[in-house]
């Protein structure tokens, strides 16, 4: 059953209270809900009637004949900003939330800071501008963009000269590549040499590198994942030498820098172009020391290349 306040004196702070809250509420613009405002008001007014004596009971006084003037108006500076509510959890601030990105898949997922985005440039490039490789190297840093940097002992970057016309492009390195650091030194690498020596060039006269800079474990291919986070700065190195000619060196480089999944069997052979640079695909030096009768073929590729550098060539290896 509902109970009416039997004090004038406590009917009076009931008023007093509630216009106390308007006014809060105006100040506020109306942020506070109404359905809170009735609530603190009926609870304030049960508390007060908690407070009077039960009916029946003798007043403490004699009501007075005439109606309690109202209290005088309160000045809006006056109003006890403490004696409002606490403002609805809906407008509370919200917790600031982790960093996310979206996926290739369209998920959105947590990403470490320590993977940035490449958001239209190649890492390494400021503004558009021509890089340099140590530039790209420190991009690159203590690189963990992929999983195959579990179980690297080497980021293997590049070596030759930065100024160079003619670069070649592998797959990923090998165990003794991971080991040193440095591309192409196995029995792969011994090929390449002969190959480079036999086209009329050194070693230094070049740049070598690979599309993936850590080796996959047991030397298998480098996954479609592995390759989208690294090539990057493969593109940023080439953009950094400039070179006349590309030479990609098996299916993974040919594949990745044309964007092209013609088997490298088809693509060897026919100059192609990676951003208006002439590239040449042929065999890796691995699947020749694996099929050496495929040598010729790979030969017949490189004498191609020399012809734009004017040279003659030595021996075949
Ligand atoms: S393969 Fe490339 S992207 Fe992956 S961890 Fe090594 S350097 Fe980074």
Same mark, same amino acid.
């Given at each position: 059953m509902? +109970? ?10 009931v ?7 308007l006014?809060w509420?105006e100040e506020?613009? #109306? ?5 809170? *405002? ?8 049960? *508390?007060l $009637?908690?407070?009077?004596?039960? $009916? ?9 004949a005439?109606p ?10 006056e109003?006890?900003?403490?004696a409002?509510? +606490?403002?609805?959890?809906a407008?509370?601030?919200?917790p ?11 998920l959105?997922?947590?990403v470490?800071?320590?993977a940035?985005?490449?958001p239209g440039?190649l890492?390494g490039?400021?503004?558009?501008? /021509? ?6 190297? $420190?991009t %690159?840093?203590?690189?963990? $963009?992929?999983?195959?940097? @579990?179980?690297?002992?080497n &980021? ?13 492009v ?13 591309p192409?030194?196995?029995?792969? #690498?011994? %090929?390449? @040499?002969?190959? &480079? ?5 050194? /070693?230094?006269?070049?740049?070598i ?9 047991g ?9 989208a *986070?690294c ?6 190195? %080439?953009?950094? &030498?400039?070179?006349?000619? &590309?030479?990609?060196? #098996? ?5 990745? %820098?044309?964007?092209? *999944?013609?088997p490298i069997t088809?693509?060897? #052979?026919?100059?192609? +172009? ?12 691995a ?22 550098f ?6 075949? @290896?």
């Amino acid at each position: 059953m509902n +109970e009416s306040p039997e004090s004038p004196e406590a009917l009076g702070e009931v008023v007093e209270d509630l216009r106390r809250h308007l006014l809060w509420q105006e100040e506020s613009g #109306g942020r506070a809900l109404l359905v809170d *405002s009735a609530k603190l008001a009926a609870e304030r007014s049960a *508390s007060l $009637r908690s407070m009077l004596p039960p $009916r029946g009971a003798a007043p403490a006084k004699a009501p007075p004949a005439e109606p309690a003037p109202a209290p005088p108006p309160v000045p809006r500076a006056e109003v006890p900003r403490a004696a409002a509510p +606490e403002r609805p959890a809906a407008l509370a601030p919200r917790p600031a939330s982790p960093p996310v990105a979206a996926s290739g898949n369209g998920l959105l997922l947590d990403v470490p800071q320590k993977a940035p985005p490449y958001p239209g440039a190649l890492p390494g490039v400021v503004d558009g501008e /021509r890089p340099t490789l140590d530039e790209i190297r $420190r991009t %690159l840093g203590d690189c963990q $963009r992929c999983k195959l940097c @579990t179980g690297r002992k080497n &980021i293997v970057f590049g070596v030759g000269n930065p100024r160079a016309d003619l670069v070649f492009v592998g797959e990923g390195p090998g165990e003794n590549e991971d080991l040193k650091g440095i591309p192409f030194v196995g029995a792969a #690498g011994d %090929l390449l @040499t002969k190959m &480079i020596q036999a086209m009329g060039f050194s /070693r230094d006269d070049v740049y070598i590198c690979n599309v993936v800079k850590c080796r996959p474990p047991g030397n298998r291919n480098p996954e479609p994942d592995e390759i989208a *986070s690294c090539e990057p700065f493969l593109r940023s190195q %080439l953009l950094a &030498i400039q070179p006349k000619v &590309i030479v990609a060196l #098996g299916k993974f480089a040919a594949q990745t %820098l044309l964007r092209d *999944s013609t088997p490298i069997t088809r693509l060897r #052979g026919q100059w192609r +172009e990676y951003q208006g640079v002439k590239l040449m695909p042929t065999f890796h030096p691995a699947y020749l020391l694996r099929s050496p009768a495929e040598k010729r073929k790979a030969w017949e590729d490189l004498q191609q290349v020399m012809k734009i550098f004017g040279k003659q060539g030595g021996a075949r @290896t």
